[in-house]
């Protein structure tokens, strides 16, 4: 298994979970590399820059395949579902573009179309999309949840929750929620169908990042530290020291038995979950 990481030094990592090694490192641009997600296949890399570009990089081959020019600032976020990608920018837009990047060398460049452009009053700093991509859900620099209907690029509801930024949003596997966390170190849960504010957590520092399987959910701290929300009793139920820097980014298997998450401190994290 390998894992991928961008980091803010603009340099691409791919690593090793068996050898646990630095298998190779690739820089793209003099900014930092704000997201990375991994192609179906496992074949391509795609990262979104602070320098308002995406970049393809393909992993058999060795060298960077397409770079898709699309925002007037800072890609924040992306997302890859079906041969669409969607980026979230500080231009204040979401952008859902149509094309799949070249597979050879050499080949002809993709034509990325644009099918659709999500327009938000601020910069956006985090999307996400349902299980079936027919909604997705955008949070803001002013603490703005936004969800939108994707078959027909509306807005379905707007929902003022946080007092700063929001760091993550995502739906549950049921899409009947969403999930959101910010700056204010709240945590929010949201019914996708009234747009009501159903319940607030509160922690004592920003919490970044999240996973969750509909039930628990697994957030990453400023301080490095992990913390489990018993969502139903609308509370923390445990906090795991993990990493020395704030926790950036957490991903976990679709079979909810592992999770990897990685840090301000330059580490990576392999974590087995025990039921």
């Given at each position: 298994?390998?894992?991928?990481?961008?980091?803010?030094?603009?340099?691409?990592?791919?690593?090793?979970?068996?050898?646990?090694?630095l298998q190779r490192s690739i820089s793209f641009s003099n900014m930092a590399l704000s997201s990375c997600l991994l192609l179906p296949g496992d074949t391509t890399v795609i990262s979104s820059s602070w320098d308002n570009n995406v970049y393809f990089y393909s992993i058999a081959f060795g060298r960077r395949q397409d770079t898709l020019m699309g925002h007037d600032d800072a890609v924040s976020?992306?997302?890859?579902?079906?041969?669409r990608l969607y980026?979230?920018?500080?231009?204040?837009?979401?952008?859902?573009?149509?094309?799949?990047?070249?597979?050879?060398?050499?080949?002809?460049?993709?034509?990325?179309d644009l099918l659709a452009e999500l327009e938000h009053d601020v910069s956006v700093d985090t999307i996400n999309l349902n299980t079936v991509s027919t909604l997705l859900v955008s949070g803001t620099k002013e603490g703005v949840v936004n969800i939108w209907d994707l078959t027909t690029a509306t807005l379905l509801h707007?929902?003022?929750?946080?007092?700063?930024?929001v760091c993550d949003a995502a739906f549950s596997p049921d899409s009947r929620h969403v999930l959101s966390t910010?700056?204010?170190?709240?945590?929010?849960?949201?019914?996708?169908?009234?747009?009501?504010?159903?319940?607030?957590m509160a922690s004592?520092?920003?919490?970044?990042?999240?996973?969750?399987?509909?039930?628990?959910?697994?957030?990453?701290?400023?301080?490095?530290?992990?913390?489990?929300?018993?969502?139903l009793g609308a509370k923390i139920s445990e906090r795991?020291?993990?990493?020395?820097?704030?926790?950036?980014?957490?991903?976990?298997?679709?079979q909810c038995s592992s999770i990897i998450t990685g840090g301000e401190d330059?580490?990576?994290?392999?974590?087995?979950?025990q039921y």
């Open positions: 298994m390998n894992s991928t990481k961008s980091t803010k030094n603009s340099t691409l990592k791919m690593f090793s979970k068996e050898s646990k090694m976020k992306i997302c890859w579902h079906n041969d980026s979230a920018s500080w231009d204040s837009t979401v952008k859902v573009w149509s094309g799949v990047p070249a597979e050879m060398p050499g080949t002809k460049r993709h034509q990325f707007q929902i003022s929750c946080h007092s700063g930024t910010g700056v204010d170190g709240c945590l929010n849960v949201i019914d996708v169908q009234t747009g009501m504010l159903i319940s607030s004592e520092e920003p919490q970044r990042c999240f996973v969750w399987d509909g039930n628990s959910v697994l957030s990453g701290s400023r301080s490095g530290e992990l913390l489990v929300w018993d969502l795991i020291q993990g990493h020395t820097g704030a926790v950036t980014c957490i991903w976990m298997n679709e330059r580490q990576i994290m392999f974590w087995k979950l």
